[in-house]
């Protein structure tokens, strides 16, 4: 067995090992959402590796129909990789964090990875349709070079995204809990991939060296890191998987009077009169922000004082904002999750859920009563 050989199956293995982690750590008996979004960027990471392994097997690249839908199924989706990091890091260290509209923004840049199968979809449809297109020969030199750049985007979102997380995680605080460590580790590996990656795409990206590069080492020394990157994140990210942040709730110490008092006005008045709950993307860490209030306070006051959690705290504001906007509805042709939206809601089941835990009824059923009791009353 060569070389080659050897690094060729350590790729498949790693495949292989990303995607039973993915799996564990996607069905976990918590599912919570830290696991499944580490479970997804392992995942991708593994389909990375299954690409290069395909690629490099005979079997599969001097088959017509295999290399044919290897070209239309997009495997290489690493513009993802960077917002999904980043939001496991904000996932952990806050709960309430949710991918709302203004996250999934960030998954636009996606497109860049199916680049070359949109290509290809369009050539086999201009054969198909009769008309005059370019000779394979042409098509597949620019898909090479395609490939060849599309690497500068992919190692740039990342490393963006990289530093962000880096950013929001000094925000948070020196590493004491095993959890905070952990993370502090997650940043360093990936960083560590990342230098290994911009060491070989500096010569890979010049034409004159692109082919001498692949000749001379192939793809080797960025995947067989990246294997051990599957193996280091899938088996860690599995392990601290079970544990919980603390949080406030389980404490069994009261917050004093001094602290409610000093907490209380200050939370009414940052949903009362700055109205906070209006934003879709509020959490625990804005409102600390906000208030200037440490975030365990928030959740110590709200759940041994008020004894309500934040989303209880904050969604009760939102529901009363949709009971004002009810009656204050002018336009017949609004729906109901129109009116939930501007309320500050920003989504329909959790709307649907905590309408229902705040007033018994379902929304459709209190619209229902209002237009009635409008009606009998004229008010």
């Known amino acids: ?43 991708l ?21 295999l290399n044919l839908l290897g070209n239309l199924i997009p495997l290489v989706i690493i513009m993802p990789v960077g917002p999904l990091l980043y939001f ?18 960030h998954f636009l840049p996606a497109i860049i990875d199916i680049g070359t199968e949109l290509i290809t979809v369009v050539y086999i449809a201009g054969l198909l349709l009769g008309f005059s297109m370019p000779e394979p020969s042409t098509l597949g030199r ?39 460590q952990w993370l502090h580790q997650f940043i360093r590996l990936f960083l560590v991939f990342q230098i290994i990656w911009f060491v070989y795409l500096v010569p890979y990206v010049i034409p004159s060296l692109t082919n001498k590069v692949l000749d001379a080492v192939d793809w080797y020394p960025v995947y067989i890191p990246l294997v ?11 392990l601290m998987a079970p544990e919980e942040l603390p949080v406030a709730r389980k404490s069994v110490t009261p917050p ?48 041994q004082h008020l004894e309500k959690s934040f989303n209880e705290f904050v969604n009760g504001y939102r529901v009363e904002a949709f009971k004002q906007n009810i009656q204050q509805l002018q336009q017949e042709n609004m729906t109901i999750l129109a009116l939930a939206f501007d309320a500050g809601f920003n989504s329909q089941a959790t709307f649907q859920r905590a309408f229902r835990n705040n007033t018994g009824m379902s929304p459709r059923e209190y619209m229902t009563r209002h237009r009635e009791k409008v009606a009998k009353t004229g008010k």
Not at 47 to 58: D, G, V
Not at 88 to 105: A, L, Q
Request: proline share 5%.
């Open 1 to 43: 067995m060569t070389f080659a050989d050897f690094f060729h199956i350590l790729i498949l293995l790693g495949f292989f090992q990303g995607a039973i982690m993915s799996v564990l750590l996607f069905f976990s008996k918590k599912r919570s959402r830290p696991n499944r979004l580490l479970g997804v960027i392992i995942l």
């Open 45 to 65: 990471i593994a389909l990375a590796c299954l690409n290069l392994y395909l690629f490099e097997s005979p079997w599969f690249t001097n088959n017509p129909v």
């Open 88 to 105: 496991y890091i904000k996932s952990t260290i806050d709960p309430t964090f949710r991918i709302g509209r203004k996250e999934r923004m």
């Open 142 to 180: 620019f898909i090479d070079d395609y490939n060849v750049y599309a690497d500068i985007p992919r190692w740039g979102s990342i490393t963006v995204y990289l530093w962000l997380s880096a950013r929001y995680l000094a925000g948070v605080g020196p590493e004491k809990s095993s959890h905070s």
């Open 228 to 238: 051990v990157l599957i193996y280091c994140l899938g088996i860690k990210g599995y």
């Open 256 to 303: 004093s009077e001094e602290l409610v008092g000093e907490a209380v006005p200050l939370l009414k008045k940052a949903m009362e009169e700055d109205r906070l709950y209006l934003d879709p993307e509020l959490n625990l860490a804005l409102l600390s922000r906000h208030t200037g209030l440490p975030q365990k306070t928030i959740s110590l006051v709200l759940n």
